[in-house]
């Protein structure tokens, strides 16, 4: 696979009912994990999440978990998503323990597909304001994508419009970047520069939003 080959990143947000025993959560996650082995699939993470914000709103309230897929393509998603596999981890050890749910799935082109050596993920998904024009988009896009240049901690993004907008909640842009670690994590999250690229170039076209960083 060529470096700019498009791929196809899936993620799920997920809300593990307080009450849920330890092992019924573990469950859950092995299971998941496990589904990397099926065809079409480059990469599967699934964790806990260690940070979620805005964590009081009404629409991020309550996610513990998150799930970052990515595949050669969209039949590989679908695929992987009417797999008897997955569909056995999804009704066996995932909906009996869950309140709730967000998926969002989107295609870019990120350098190289699969890059192994990340150990801390940042996930956001975007409810952009209506009327944006193209160039608004393009430009929050851009600001996304020159992240690994700007910052050396920065590993790899990818972002792009949502494509499944049946389990989004509304958000229709999805990011990702993945750090070594969680100290890379926080110096970016610290940079004022980054804060300034953010509040100049993305947030005054973002309605609402959910970010969530996960363990690899």
């Not at 975007?126 to 193209?134: A, C, D, H, N, Y």
């Not at 790899?156 to 890379?184: D, I, M, W």
């Amino acid at each position: 696979m060529s470096a700019s080959a498009t791929v196809v990143d899936h993620v799920v947000l997920f809300k593990v009912k307080p009450e849920t025993p330890a092992d019924k959560t573990q469950a859950m996650l092995d299971g998941l994990r496990g589904l990397s082995v099926l065809d079409g699939v480059l990469q599967l993470t699934v964790a806990p999440a260690l940070n979620l914000w805005p964590a009081q709103t009404s629409w991020a309230a309550g996610f513990t978990h998150a799930l970052h897929g990515r595949y050669k393509d969209k039949a590989s998603l679908d695929a992987y998503t009417i797999s008897s596999a997955h569909v056995s981890v999804v009704e066996n050890n995932v909906k009996p323990i869950i309140d709730g749910l967000l998926a969002v799935d989107w295609e870019a082109s990120p350098s190289p597909p699969v890059e192994e050596d990340f150990g801390v993920l940042r996930i956001a998904l975007l409810k952009l304001k209506e009327g944006l024009t193209e160039e608004d988009v393009t430009g929050i896009l851009g600001t996304f994508n020159s992240y690994p240049s700007t910052f050396p901690s920065v590993v790899q993004v990818s972002a792009g419009p949502n494509f499944s907008p049946v389990r989004a909640q509304g958000f229709n842009y999805g990011y990702l970047a993945q750090f070594k670690s969680v100290k890379e994590l926080e110096e970016l999250t610290a940079n004022p520069d980054h804060v300034a690229l953010m509040e100049s170039k993305v947030n005054p076209h973002v309605e609402s939003f959910i970010l969530v960083d996960a363990l690899k």
